[in-house]
């Protein structure tokens, strides 16, 4: 074996791979090691941002960036320190395949209306009198409230209530750069106007418990808002029964024309996780990004415990182990990017064997604060 390694460091290899090199033409010998693993190892790492250091920026933004010098978004994304080397811009990788930030949006604003190829689904962490527009649909949006714009439709903001709104974004941003799919429309009117009535579609569906006549045909987003209080109705009726080991008590939002995930390329999901409950662990080969909505606990991600409380996010990249454990009731949100992996038939999920499905900790993560 050490022969073998012996003669692909040799000098008869590395001159052969230099010529080889000048025609653009690559070594497979020497290559295949580092890209094709034995199993994930994503340069994505765990990670933690603590709300005070989130929050204290967004408040430092608020003056210099407003969407009457252009820029589309005051939003502030949350880069991987593993992906920092992607060009350009980390390709605003928070996992390898999901971008999520933090928006902020001030009273009187208003966020102009464009599409692009990319999906998009906003989580409203704080504030309420701001209204997503979404194919002519204004959509009001409330602490808790989950929002899907898939990718090609219409979609910008308006503020008409007196706090600031603070929402979480998460699109496959990285994904659709990796694959050179890129597309990005503005609006000809600057703010889309509203073509159908407020709660148009909530209504027509009742929560996605039926299905109307005229959508036999499933449709990229025929519920554009899944309103807090359901969600939260939905979790308090599991809760009766026992928790999901790995998750605790979890809700997938999924699109009621279709039966699958909400929106097309990531999945979303809110869990609720009683105080005092610890999770077994296991790995999955999709990432995840929680942002915790409500509560305090922590997370161990391979072995390195994360503390985490209302207004942090975590990172969760592929095949890590992971488990949950929870200080007091805590309602996480999560966004994973498994109906990517289950496109590329790449799902797979392992549960942790040793000590009976617990990690041993050996470390502690130290966020950085403002
Ligand atoms: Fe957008
Ligand atoms: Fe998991």
């Given at each position: ?8 460091q ?9 010529e ?5 033409l690559?070594?497979?010998?020497n290559a295949i ?8 190892t994503?340069s994505?790492v ?11 920026k967004l408040m430092e ?5 407003t ?20 060009q350009p ?22 966020a ?6 990319q ?33 090609g439709l219409?979609?910008?903001h308006a ?18 750069y990796?694959?050179?799919g890129?597309f990005f ?8 106007p509203?073509s159908?009535?407020?709660?148009f579609s909530p209504g ?10 005229s ?7 025929p ?5 807090w ?6 979790l308090?009726?599991m ?7 790995y998750?605790?008590?979890?809700v ?8 699958r995930?909400?929106?097309a390329?990531i999945?979303?999901?809110m869990?609720?996780?009683p105080?005092?409950?610890?999770s077994q662990?296991?790995?999955?080969t ?5 942002q915790?909505f ?19 996010f975590?990172?969760?990249?592929n ?7 929870a200080?007091q009731d ?8 498994s109906?990517?992996m ?6 797979r ?6 000590n ?15």
């Amino acid at each position: 074996m050490a022969e073998k390694i012996d003669f692909f460091q040799s000098d008869l290899v590395k001159d052969f791979n230099r010529e080889i090199d000048k025609f653009h033409l690559g070594p497979l010998w020497n290559a295949i090691p580092e890209l094709m693993h034995k199993q994930p190892t994503p340069s994505a790492v765990p990670y933690l941002w603590k709300w005070e250091t989130l929050y204290a920026k967004l408040m430092e933004a608020q003056d210099i960036f407003t969407p009457d010098r252009g820029g589309e978004r005051r939003a502030i994304y949350l880069q991987n320190p593993g992906l920092k080397g992607r060009q350009p811009w980390g390709w605003g990788s928070t996992t390898q395949t999901l971008y999520a930030a933090v928006q902020l949006l001030l009273p009187g604003e208003t966020a102009p209306s464009h599409r692009h190829t990319q999906s998009a689904l906003r989580f409203i962490m704080q504030g309420d009198g701001a209204y997503s527009i979404v194919q002519g649909e204004r959509l009001f949006m409330e602490e808790g409230d989950f929002l899907t714009t898939p990718g090609g439709l219409w979609h910008g903001h308006a503020h008409l209530g007196d706090k600031p709104m603070i929402w979480m974004d998460c699109l496959d941003i990285p994904t659709i750069y990796a694959i050179g799919g890129t597309f990005f429309e503005g609006h000809p009117d600057r703010l889309e106007p509203a073509s159908v009535p407020d709660r148009f579609s909530p209504g027509r569906y009742e929560g996605g418990m039926v299905r109307p006549i005229s959508d036999r045909e499933p449709k990229l987003a025929p519920v554009g808002s899944y309103k807090w209080s359901q969600t939260l109705a939905a979790l308090e009726g599991m809760s009766r029964f026992e928790p999901d080991p790995y998750d605790g008590y979890a809700v997938e939002f999924i699109n009621p024309s279709n039966g699958r995930t909400a929106n097309a390329n990531i999945a979303a999901w809110m869990h609720k996780l009683p105080g005092g409950f610890h999770s077994q662990a296991h790995r999955h080969t999709s990432s995840s990004i929680y942002q915790v909505f409500k509560g305090s606990g922590h997370t161990i991600i391979d072995g390195i415990r994360y503390d985490w409380s209302q207004g942090d996010f975590l990172v969760i990249p592929n095949w890590a182990w992971h488990e949950h454990v929870a200080d007091q009731d805590s309602y996480l949100f999560s966004v994973s990017d498994s109906p990517i992996m289950d496109k590329f038939d790449l799902q797979r999920e392992e549960r942790y064997e040793p000590n009976k499905g617990n990690q041993e900790i050996t470390g502690q993560f130290q966020p950085l604060l403002p």
